[in-house]
């Protein structure tokens, strides 16, 4: 388990929050399709938060794209590091992460968040942050369509709606076990649409979220458990 420092200069207030997002917006790269579905590694990321002992531990878990076997697995505990404003919560969620993907003996591959990408209302979520500071291809799979808003879905496993923000697609919902409420993915950075849908279906095979995130979530538990504050 790696210990985890808020870093020098990290924002502070909302204001500085959204500055930082407007000038990393701007390098999120949309126009690659991403590595193929069910090869090479793919990686869960996710978080926990014990606030009252104002602590946050994040787990990285790296699968084998083919197999979905555990190949890796990292956690990093740290003392949470801005407060709760919904739009904003990468910035809890950031350094943490980035030190249990630094801490993987092997690369991450495609990862993926636990949250949003461009389905985000300033269209930087989660994954997308990670993205553009890690350069990795990431998508975010969550498990509610936040502020956005979708059609009809059939109740057939794979079947998908756009998921809508004043027209534009950011997103889509997608049904990974028939007749089993949807996830909502969207592209983060390095990765387009279709192949985020496609790589959630080869991550689903029994389950309605993806085996990187069941993986990320339980380890991400335990490591909070087990955390002890500096």
Known sequence: MTTVSIPAG??????????????????????????????GYVTGVDVAYDDERDL??????????????????????????????????AFR???????????????????????????????????????VL????????????????????????GSVAPLLADGEEVGRALRTRDGVKPVYVSVGHRAQLDTACAHVLTLTPRYRLPETTRHADALCRQALREATPN
């Open 10 to 39: 990290w924002p502070a207030t909302e204001e500085q929050a959204r500055a930082v997002q407007d000038e990393l917006r701007g390098r999120v790269v949309l126009d690659e399709p991403g590595p193929p579905p069910g090869t």
């Open 56 to 89: 946050v531990a994040a787990a990285a878990v790296v699968l084998d794209a083919a197999s979905l076997g555990v190949v890796a697995e990292t956690t990093a505990v740290g003392r949470i590091s801005f407060p709760y404003v919904p739009g904003l919560l």
């Open 93 to 131: 969620e950031i350094p943490t992460v980035l030190a249990a993907l630094d801490a993987l003996p092997c690369p991450p591959g495609l990862v993926v968040c636990d949250g949003y990408g461009l389905a985000h209302p300033r269209r930087f979520g989660l994954a997308s942050h990670l993205g």
């Open 134 to 157: 890690t350069g990795l291809p990431t998508i975010g799979v969550a498990k509610n369509p936040f502020t956005f808003t979708h059609g009809e879905l059939a109740a057939p496993r």
